[in-house]
């Protein structure tokens, strides 16, 4: 599967202290007043690049990046064959962003499927982050 966004989208970014990088895709999976709406047949779709935020690694607040965003895809399938589970965000996505402090309502109306994990180890670099 794609990654939903182009892979550099931050290349071009200054990467200043305290980045916020605050509802970059917000609504990007809702339709705006379309009584027809689906949410699973309107909006961005596809993976996050494990290295989004390689070129912006003093991101601070990533808030509201990913609202409304449902068809937003786990990083790694589920396999049914071997029973192994899916992982939802790569291990290294968030390993990019150690001085990330707030992510509020970051994930707000993504679906994880089931058998889709988020891994004990996503946020081990991310030892500022307060819950």
């Not at 202290?17 to 999976?29: L, Q």
């Not at 949410?39 to 989004?52: E, H, V």
């Not at 990083?75 to 707030?102: H, R």
Request: aromatic residues 18%; hydrophobic residues 35%; charged residues 10%.
């Amino acid at each position: 599967m794609n990654y939903f966004c182009p892979p550099d989208l931050f290349a071009s970014c200054s990467n200043t202290t305290g980045v916020n990088v605050v509802g970059v895709f917000y609504y990007s999976g809702r339709s705006n007043g379309d009584p027809s709406y689906d949410y699973m047949n309107y909006g961005l779709r596809g993976r996050p690049c494990p290295y989004l935020f390689k070129p912006i690694s003093n991101v601070q607040n990533i808030s509201y990046m990913f609202y409304m965003m449902p068809l937003l895809a786990p990083y790694k399938w589920n396999n049914i064959t071997t029973n192994e589970e899916g992982l939802a965000y790569s291990t290294e996505f968030f390993a990019n962003i150690p001085k990330l402090v707030t992510m509020s309502y970051a994930f707000v109306f993504t679906i994880i499927p089931s058998k889709v994990v988020i891994d004990q180890s996503t946020f081990i670099n991310n030892l500022n982050y307060r819950i």
